[in-house]
Every structure is written in C-alpha cells, then in structure tokens.
C-alpha cells in the first residue's frame, strides 16, 4: 500500500511563499508522474502543476512563472515552491501519485491535502 503524505502548508500574507512536501511511502517501484491539485470552497478541484519521473513539468496559466515543482525520484517526494502568492491561490492542495508501480500493480494515490490560506 502507498501512502501520501503532505506538510508545509499554511497562512501566508499576500506576497509571501510556502514550500509543499508530499512523500509517498510504501514499497513504490515508480511513480510515473507526480501532481499538486488544490481545491477551493465552491470550486471545481484543479491541477496545479505536475512533473514526470524525467523531470519534464506542466504548470496551470494561473501559477506559471510564481509556482515550481519539482521532485526527488529516490525519495518518491514532490516538492511545490509557491512564491508571490494570491489569496485566489487560497485552497486544499493535495498531492496525486499517478502510475504508481507496486508489487501489487499499477494505480493512483491521492493525499489528504493540506490547507494554504493566503490573507490580503
């Protein structure tokens, strides 16, 4: 079994910048590409960003040029640098593990989420 775990988010003043960890554990063979979606209140859940295990990356218009991803394949850990941030970016973001091989196969794996909250 893969298990998801988020950390570094939080309240942030309009400008700032928080850093999202999210380490997948469990016995992981690969993970084909790794993402952050976010979701807020009222809104449909969007993809953020997601990075493949070749480091070939994908951003949506709305962070490009303040957010980066990037990931640690020896780890299984994705990391989200957010910088200039906008209360707009306030939401749930959770990582997802897409193609993870296992002994068990090959499936998805979502995180829990953890709450970025940017005050203006």
């Known amino acids: 079994q893969v298990q998801l775990v988020e950390s570094g988010g939080g309240l942030v003043q309009a400008g700032g910048s928080l850093r999202l960890s999210c380490a997948a554990s469990?016995?992981?063979?690969?993970?084909?590409?790794m993402a952050w979606y976010r979701q807020a209140p009222g809104r449909q859940r969007e993809l953020v960003a997601k990075?493949?295990?070749?480091?070939?990356?994908n951003y949506a218009d709305s962070v490009k040029g303040r957010f980066t991803i990037s990931r640690d394949n020896a780890l299984n850990t994705v990391y989200l640098q957010m910088d200039n941030l906008k209360p707009e970016d306030t939401a749930v973001y959770c990582c997802?593990?897409?193609?993870?091989?296992?002994?068990?196969?090959?499936?998805?794996?979502w995180g829990q989420g953890t709450q970025v909250t940017v005050s203006s």
């Open positions: 997802n593990a897409i193609n993870a091989i296992t002994p068990s196969g090959i499936r998805d794996y």
């Open positions: 469990g016995n992981i063979f690969r993970i084909d590409v």
């Open positions: 990075i493949a295990s070749g480091g070939s990356s």
